[in-house]
Antibody, heavy 122, light 110 residues
Framework: QLQLQESGPGLVKPSETLSLTCIVS??????????WGWVRQPPGKGLEWMGD???????NYKPSLRSRITISEDTSKSQLSLKLSSVTAADTAVYYC??????????????WGQGISVTVSS | QSALTQPASVSGSPGQSITISCTGT?????????VSWYQQHPGKAPKLMIY???NRPSGVSNRFSGSKSGTTASLTISGLRAEDEADYYC??????????FGGGTKLTVL
C-alpha cells in the first residue's frame, strides 16, 4: 500500500525558504498512474491546495503562490519536494503531501501524508 | 478566488441523516464533475470520502453519498454515528486549472 511521509524543519525564519520532502513508499513516484501535490492547513483554519506535479514533471501552482513555490520530484529517491521562498508568519501551517490518480488531484486526493507542522518565526 | 461556501457547522443525532452543502460558481462546481469531499478528525490528516461528485473510494461506508445540482454540491451522511463527528471539506476543480476547497463544516453528533 502506497504511503507518504513528510519531513523537514519545523521552524523557519521569516524571509527564508521553507523546504520539505515527501518520501513515497509502496509505489513508484514516476508512474503515469499518479499525480502528486501539496496541501497546507494554517492553525485552526481550512485546507489550501498549493500545487501539484504530474507524470513528466508538469507543474501547476496556486496563482497567489506562483512566484514563491517550486514542486519537484526526484524519481531516483522516490521523493517529492516543496520549496516556498520568502516565507512569512502567514505560511505557518501543517503541510501535507498528497497523491491523486492518473486523472489528477482534481478527481480526488486518494492518499495523504501524516502532515508536518511548520512554524515561521524568528 | 474565494473558497467554496460551506456551513460552519451542522449537527444531528445518532441514526439521523445530515446533509452538508458546498456552494461554488459557474467556474468550478457548476461546470466540472470534479468535486470531492474529505473527513478530518482533530490532529489527523484528511481522508477522501467522495470523489467525482458521487463516487466512494474503496473502504468508505455507503452511509456517505455525494450529489450535485447546478453550482452546489452536497454530502449526505445517513445513519449518523458518533465516529462521524469531524470536520468536512469539499473541493472542486476550477476553470483556472486550480483546485479550491470549501471553508470546512464541523459536524457534531449530539
Amino acid at each position: 500500500q502506497l504511503q507518504l511521509q513528510e519531513s523537514g524543519p519545523g521552524l523557519v525564519k521569516p524571509s527564508e525558504t521553507l523546504s520539505l520532502t515527501c518520501i513515497v513508499s509502496g509505489g513508484s513516484i514516476s508512474s503515469s498512474d499518479y499525480y502528486w501535490g501539496w496541501v497546507r492547513q494554517p492553525p485552526g483554519k481550512g485546507l489550501e491546495w498549493m500545487g501539484d506535479i504530474s507524470y513528466g514533471g508538469r507543474t501547476n501552482y496556486k496563482p497567489s503562490l506562483r512566484s514563491r513555490i517550486t514542486i519537484s520530484e526526484d524519481t531516483s529517491k522516490s521523493q517529492l519536494s516543496l520549496k516556498l521562498s520568502s516565507v512569512t508568519a502567514a505560511d505557518t501551517a501543517v503541510y501535507y503531501c498528497a497523491k491523486g490518480d492518473s486523472g489528477g488531484l482534481a478527481r480526488g486526493i486518494f492518499a495523504w501524508g501524516q502532515g508536518i507542522s511548520v512554524t515561521v518565526s524568528s | 478566488q474565494s473558497a467554496l461556501t460551506q456551513p460552519a457547522s451542522v449537527s444531528g443525532s445518532p441514526g439521523q441523516s445530515i446533509t452538508i452543502s458546498c456552494t461554488g460558481t459557474s467556474s468550478d462546481i457548476g461546470v466540472y464533475n470534479y468535486v470531492s469531499w474529505y473527513q478530518q478528525h482533530p490532529g489527523k490528516a484528511p481522508k477522501l470520502m467522495i470523489y467525482d461528485v458521487t463516487n466512494r473510494p474503496s473502504g468508505v461506508s455507503n452511509r456517505f453519498s455525494g450529489s450535485k445540482s447546478g453550482t452546489t454540491a452536497s454530502l449526505t451522511i445517513s445513519g449518523l454515528r458518533a465516529e462521524d463527528e469531524a470536520d468536512y471539506y469539499c473541493n472542486s476543480y476550477t476553470s483556472s486549472d486550480t483546485l479550491i476547497f470549501g471553508g470546512g463544516t464541523k459536524l457534531t453528533v449530539l
